[in-house]
T-cell receptor, first 116, second 116 residues
Framework: DAGVIQSPRHEVTEMGQEVTLRCKPISGHNSLFWYRQTMMRGLELLIYFNNNVPIDDSGMPEDRFSAKMPNASFSTLKIQPSEPRDSAVYFC??????????????FGEGSWLTVV | AQSVTQLGSHVSVSEGALVLLRCNYSSSVPPYLFWYVQYPNQGLQLLLKYTTGATLVKGINGFEAEFKKSETSFHLTKPSAHMSDAAEYFCAVSGVFSGGYNKLIFGAGTRLAVHP
């Protein structure tokens, strides 16, 4: 079975450019998560969708970050304009977590972003 | 509120020695507990989880963890370390947040080094 699919796997961009990260969750999962991982801050939850609706976006760092989930099989995380401090690994994850907390969250391989 | 504390950000063992990674949690409701592993340059992979039932949970690659409610702990063990176990390990608890939705709260991670 296909897991969570993220693209691009690696991206190097210049400061000020727009960055769009993409995610295809596992079919049938109704919860989608975007995480950011850095050496300094570890693994941070940025935003959480349930049934395509953003439930908790308290982790989104600032207005430069936005996330959308137009349908059950696709989500984007956009950074505009990008800054060097946004350099990190961005993980997308999906689950049928919903109201039952025992279901597994499955992670993608990550998008490795470098802003120079 | 739910939280996770992993004791020791770095653990080093010799090949063949016991691996013990410590995790304590805080939860106001019966918790769902997880251990994830992250190999270098990869995403997070589920090792094992506790939901209900038997408190000793067996996972992949010979790892196991025991849920101890009285100690609020969920320590991860493996009898004999292998070089391939070198990775970062994350303990997580599933918590209920506003709206009745669950999400995973991760600990800071423990980096395991295995020496020949």
């Amino acid at each position: 079975d296909a897991g969570v699919i993220q693209s691009p796997r690696h991206e190097v961009t210049e400061m000020g450019q727009e960055v769009t990260l993409r995610c295809k969750p596992i079919s049938g999962h109704n919860s989608l998560f975007w995480y950011r991982q850095t050496m300094m801050r570890g693994l941070e939850l940025l935003i959480y969708f349930n049934n395509n609706v953003p439930i908790d976006d308290s982790g989104m760092p600032e207005d430069r970050f936005s996330a959308k989930m137009p349908n059950a099989s696709f989500s984007t995380l956009k950074i505009q304009p990008s800054e060097p401090r946004d350099s990190a690994v961005y993980f997308c994850a999906s689950s049928s977590l919903g109201e039952y907390g025992g279901n597994t969250i499955y992670f993608g391989e990550g998008s490795w972003l470098t802003v120079v | 509120a739910q939280s996770v504390t992993q004791l020791g950000s770095h653990v080093s063992v010799s090949e063949g020695a016991l691996v013990l990674l410590r995790c304590n949690y805080s939860s106001s409701v019966p918790p769902y507990l997880f251990w994830y592993v992250q190999y270098p340059n990869q995403g997070l992979q589920l090792l094992l989880k506790y939901t209900t039932g038997a408190t000793l949970v067996k996972g992949i690659n010979g790892f196991e963890a025991e849920f101890k409610k009285s100690e609020t702990s969920f320590h991860l063990t493996k009898p004999s370390a292998h070089m391939s176990d070198a990775a970062e390990y994350f303990c997580a608890v599933s918590g209920v947040f506003s709206g009745g939705y669950n999400k995973l709260i991760f600990g800071a991670g423990t980096r395991l080094a295995v020496h020949p």
